[in-house]
């Protein structure tokens, strides 16, 4: 996933690429009025966003799947992204996740405002503008804040999300399910197992995944867990701050799990002790935590080897490896 400058969103493509450069705005062009007819986010821009008049436009640059702009407007700006070979549903999802983050009132998210098509095919989504600030987030206050969402976003219907989404480009199952190492085990890790073995014909990593999902239950003895909201990838790409200096978070791919699969990118995000010292006070930590921090890694391993090769294949395979030695399975 990328960011926002200024909503500038690292989001310009959900794709989940390690330790990306941060971006920011290219050369500022000129804007070409079009007929509203024929441009259905300057119809929107000029009705229902209150805006009289478009008066710039400015490219965000660093996507791989997306194309994001800043719309200037004389009602203020608008961060707006667009995919010519993709439909809405994608961004559909995307701010279904992002209106399920703002409702908890807790941790600062673009706020959506609408989803379309675009007149000869694809989608754009338009979201709220943050103006970024020179650094990213406090990493103490961003500890506290997405602890409050875990606590304050809860799910009644139990692991899962009213819609699929994606994680990068991968398409990630949202199927809800009441148990979470059976939803774990086959919507996250085996769906990503069974990737690798139709793309790159990996029985062996298939064959010793299936074997830890069979034997990871030990891992959860004497917890309780309850669906918390995820943002689902949350990597240093997928967080800042806003002008501020209030932590700010983009791109997700939201699902209701379990509060300690979000650390799962915690390899590019760049937590350290201070972030977890706040977190913890506000959602105390549970006996097994150490021993389940790598399971969780090895999701978005897997889904890094799916994406974008073998280079990530020897961290996940080594994953399951020491799992699968230390439950004797």
Not at 137 to 154: D, I, T, W
Not at 296 to 321: E, K, P, Q, V
Request: charged residues 20%; hydrophobic residues 35%.
């Amino acid at each position: 996933m990328v960011a926002h400058v200024g909503l500038i969103s690292l989001s310009v493509s959900l794709l989940s690429m390690p330790c990306l450069p941060r971006i920011g705005f290219t050369k500022r062009r000129p804007f070409p009025m079009a007929a509203l007819t024929d441009d259905p986010v300057q119809e929107w821009i000029l009705t229902e966003g209150k805006a009289t008049r478009i008066t710039g436009i400015r490219p965000v640059g660093g996507g791989c799947i997306n194309l994001a702009n800043r719309y200037d407007t004389d009602a203020g700006s608008f961060f707006v992204k667009t995919n010519r070979s993709i439909g809405p549903p994608m961004f559909e999802a995307e701010a279904i996740g992002l209106d399920a983050m703002y409702e908890t009132r807790t941790i600062r998210v673009p706020k959506p405002f609408k989803v379309g098509p675009l007149r000869n095919g694809g989608s754009y989504i338009i979201m709220e503008y943050i103006e970024f600030g020179s650094s990213r987030s406090n990493q103490s206050v961003l500890g506290r804040k997405l602890a409050e969402m875990h606590k304050a976003g809860k799910s009644d219907k139990g692991f899962g999300f009213p819609v699929n989404n994606t994680v990068g480009s991968t398409p990630q199952i949202n199927t809800w399910c009441s148990d979470w190492i059976q939803f774990y085990g086959e919507h996250r890790l085996g769906y990503q197992l069974k990737l690798a073995q139709d793309q790159y014909g990996d029985s062996t990593i298939y064959q010793r995944g299936q074997r830890l999902i069979k034997n990871m239950a030990p891992l959860f003895e004497d917890i309780v867990i309850e669906p918390c909201l995820l943002h689902g990838d949350l990597w240093s790409g997928n967080i800042t701050s806003d002008k501020n200096g209030e932590p700010v978070i983009l791109d997700p791919a939201c699902y209701y799990g379990h509060n300690e699969a979000e650390f799962g990118m915690s390899w590019c995000a760049g937590f350290g002790g201070s972030f977890y010292t706040s977190y913890f006070e506000v959602m105390p930590k549970r006996p097994g935590f150490e021993k389940r921090r790598d399971l969780y890694l090895l999701y978005h391993y897997l889904n890094h080897y799916n994406l974008f090769g073998s280079g990530y294949r020897s961290s996940a395979i080594s994953i399951i490896d020491d799992y699968l030695r230390m439950l004797n399975a």
